[in-house]
């Protein structure tokens, strides 16, 4: 049975914990400048981006190669798909010819699709509701910088994007503590939120930042436009800024509090450049996590049997 990992959900507790291990393996071998192991020899994986990416991109190409496959990027450019064809008939044409998919689109459901269709295991590489393999890498680098998850206070700050939305998932999945800064009308699901408070996660909804960020052990936050939402710039940037992460707002959390931003950052907007680039930033710890969680998904995709 093939495995998708859509969110992650389709991990599971064990499956999130089992990967976070499995990456920082891979992360000592290549520290170590073991080259010798290719466990992905002779496969290919396609690289279906409805939308432009750097690190998802080269998260995915470098850990193919690095794992011993070969990548190919299809985009709406490259391929029949910008001209309309149906996701379904792309996703028969990548089940016969490729080991696996990662996609990068906008609408939940077209990835669905596109998994539903496709005989090949597909990987989530992004969308508007979800980015489960920017929230795996996040989770690996705050292990790394605090020694662990458990007992941790997690805020985050500003719009509830698709980021956030794994953060509220992998906080039902390991029980964490995650307290969301919004303004109103940025808020995530209700559903959602419901869903991890039935799993165990203490989740704390609010519009006051500082009330968010005061005593947390990891701040973290997002662009205020996303991909998609160009047309909102203004209503956002006005809605958004009181939630910028300060310096001061960072002396209101955990003395060893340390800071996220799955990137491109907009420094001045959402996020002081003294602080994206400061003592307390973990977020290129997380863009080098990208590379080792991804390597570790596709393992855990291509190796189910």
């Known amino acids: 049975m093939k495995r998708d990992l859509m969110c992650l959900a389709d991990l599971g507790a064990a499956g999130v914990r089992d990967l976070l291990r499995q990456s920082a393996l891979l992360q000592r071998a290549r520290l170590a400048g073991d080259t010798t192991s290719r466990p992905l020899s002779g496969r290919t994986v396609a690289l ?13 190409e470098v850990a193919a190669v690095e794992l011993g496959a070969h990548p190919l990027l ?10 309309g064809e149906p996701i379904e008939d792309t996703a028969r044409v990548l089940g016969r010819m490729v080991d696996a998919v990662a996609c990068r689109t906008d609408r939940a459901d077209r990835l669905e699709a596109l998994a539903r269709a ?58 964490l503590r995650l307290s969301l800064a919004c303004p109103d009308g940025f808020g995530p699901p209700s559903a959602e939120v ?29 662009v205020w436009v996303s991909m998609g939402k160009e047309s909102e710039i203004a209503a956002r940037k006005q809605a958004l800024a009181p939630y910028r992460v300060t310096r001061a707002l960072v002396a209101s959390a955990s003395p060893d509090v340390v800071v996220l931003h799955c990137l491109p950052a907009h420094r001045g907007e959402e996020i002081e450049a003294e602080v994206l680039d400061g003592p307390r930033s973990i977020v290129w710890d ?19 049997d």
């Open 48 to 60: 279906l981006f409805d939308k432009p990416s750097t690190r998802t991109r080269l998260a995915f």
């Open 74 to 83: 299809i985009t709406q450019a490259t391929s029949q798909v910008g001209r």
């Open 286 to 304: 997380a863009v080098e996590a990208r590379l080792h969680t991804t390597k570790a998904a596709l393992l855990w995709a291509l190796q189910s």
């Open 194 to 222: 419901e869903r991890a408070r039935a799993g165990g996660a203490e989740i704390v909804l609010g519009s006051d930042a500082r009330g968010a960020a005061s005593g947390a052990d990891v701040l973290i936050t997002d």
């Open 118 to 175: 496709c005989s090949a295991p597909v990987l989530n590489a992004l969308t508007d509701d979800a980015h489960p393999l920017q929230t795996l890498a996040d989770l690996m680098a705050v292990e790394q910088a605090r020694g662990r998850l458990e007992g941790l206070k997690y805020a985050w700050i500003g719009d509830a994007s698709n980021v956030a939305r794994s953060w509220i998932e992998a906080a039902g999945l390991l029980g």
